[in-house]
């Protein structure tokens, strides 16, 4: 049987990415980011997760940060040149992006929004995001990510 392409792979092929498409069983729910990387058995530092935030302005920005790592609001504000952002309710993602929660993907929204990741994304050689759906990742180079998005690098995370 063919392997079904998601929309993220579409995109990466259409512009010439070399990715790498990686698979996981699970159920109706999404999986955690540390779950994946287990099943996966790939460092969770490799693996980043999408998060969607609404700035005070009420634009809509994107962070992309390792799934061992929260998102530090006044950070992120501050990358984006924000007051104060704040996460979008989960029942506006689909809407906003395209994807549910669980299978959002910096690649391939709806609209290309502001995108910050977090800078640890350039000490990796490749790193894992959604390819879209629950159960699917690709994995390809930060800077192609980065470029595919018209992405900025910044300190979005909080300390450890």
């Not at 969607?52 to 950070?75: D, H, M, N, Q, T």
């Amino acid at each position: 049987m063919a392997e079904q392409k998601t929309n993220v792979m579409r995109t990466l092929e259409q512009k010439k990415i070399k990715y790498i498409a990686h698979e996981y069983p699970h159920g109706d729910e999404a999986v955690d980011g540390m779950t994946v990387a287990n099943i996966l058995g790939i460092d969770p530092s490799r693996i980043f997760k999408t998060l969607v935030v609404r700035g005070a302005s009420k634009k809509i920005y994107v962070f992309v940060l390792p799934v061992c790592a929260e998102l530090e609001l006044k950070k992120a504000a501050k990358a984006a040149g924000e007051k104060s952002v704040a996460m979008v309710h989960v029942s506006e993602i689909n809407a906003l992006t395209g994807y549910v929660r669980g299978g959002c993907s910096p690649i391939g929204m709806r609209k290309l929004y502001p995108t910050f990741y977090d800078s640890s994304l350039l000490e990796q050689d490749t790193v894992l995001v959604s390819a879209g759906k629950i159960g699917r990742q690709v994995e390809l180079s930060p800077a192609a990510l980065i470029a595919l998005t018209g992405g900025k690098t910044a300190d979005i995370i909080t300390e450890e």
